[in-house]
């Protein structure tokens, strides 16, 4: 059980900085691929932390656990910018925002270098005590994932379409991924649990609603590009079935709307190529038209 503590951080921490760099390689990129990418390195290191810390020789390992808390004093605030960048990328985000942002990341990176946002009670174990500081970080992080809901939840509400699904995924993330995480990191040790690893479940079906959310920019053109056998990530060939019954269920009228386009698309596509061999192959039949015209566009009726 001792080595599961160490192993399954590192594992999930490499796994999440593979995806990070994973979704920021795809082509269009995006600004959210960036923060994403960002997000996902902050988690990565506070993974492998809780994994390495154990290396540490005995007189280390209070630093060790300290330095851990850093950074997730980030990732909450990235996540923040990916929100406001999701809800409107062309926004730009207040000096008020950035400043208390960087008085957080400030103050937190002083407490965990001076060894003062834990207290290590037993360094086998790495049994804490509750400081001060601890709360205060835990009340950071919350904070910002408080706002960003918000935020996305307000935007989500008076958005259509793609742009509704794309900002549910977000909100969905972050149901999975923080209070997940709160409970394992902070109301759990204080019944004396200690299993800080098992945060790492909600944040890999966060980064998941995540990716999703950032990749899927046009649910109808990336089922085209599928059915005609495009080149289209991973990601988006597992979330594209998804994606389109959420639009159905979440904005019924455009769905139908979309659909019904897509398909007067795909019909005057026929009518077209039935009209070129019409003119252009001779004396060929009703029935041969058919079967040339149910190879060619058949798949699209699957």
């Not at 730009?92 to 990176?109: E, R, V």
């Not at 190529?273 to 566009?297: H, M, P, W």
């Amino acid at each position: 059980m001792n080595n599961l503590n160490h192993l399954i951080p590192i594992l999930a921490g490499f796994l999440h900085l593979f995806f990070g760099m994973y979704v920021f390689s795809l082509k269009p990129r995006q600004k959210l691929q960036t923060l994403f990418l960002f997000m996902n390195i902050c988690m990565a290191l506070w993974l492998c932390m809780q994994g390495l810390r154990g290396l540490f020789p005995l007189e280390y390992r209070n630093f060790g656990l300290n330095i851990t808390f850093l950074p997730m004093s980030i990732a909450t605030f990235i996540y923040y910018l990916l929100c406001k960048k999701m809800e409107n990328p062309d926004q730009k985000i207040s000096i008020w925002i950035q400043g208390a942002g960087l008085i957080g990341f400030l103050y937190f990176t002083w407490a965990s270098l001076n060894q003062k946002m834990v207290v290590l009670g037993d360094p086998n174990t790495f049994v804490f005590d509750f400081s001060l500081n601890y709360h205060l970080i835990i009340t950071f992080s919350a904070f910002w994932v408080v706002l960003s809901a918000w935020t996305i939840l307000k935007r989500m509400l008076v958005k259509r379409g793609n742009d509704k699904v794309r900002l549910f995924f977000i909100l969905l993330g972050s149901m999975f991924a923080y209070p997940i995480t709160l409970v394992f990191i902070y109301f759990l040790p204080f019944l004396g649990i200690y299993k800080a690893y098992l945060s790492s479940l909600g944040l890999s079906i966060g980064s998941i609603c995540w990716a999703v959310a950032i990749l899927h920019y046009d649910a109808f053109k990336i089922k085209a590009g599928l059915i005609q056998g495009q080149r289209i990530s991973f990601i988006n060939r597992l979330a594209s079935k998804p994606f389109l019954t959420l639009m159905g269920k979440l904005d019924p009228m455009r769905f139908i709307q979309k659909s019904s386009k897509e398909k007067e698309e795909l019909t005057k596509q026929i009518l077209i190529q039935d009209f070129y061999l019409a003119e252009n192959t001779g004396e060929i039949s009703v029935d041969e038209r058919a079967k040339i015209l149910s190879r060619r566009f058949g798949k699209y009726f699957k």
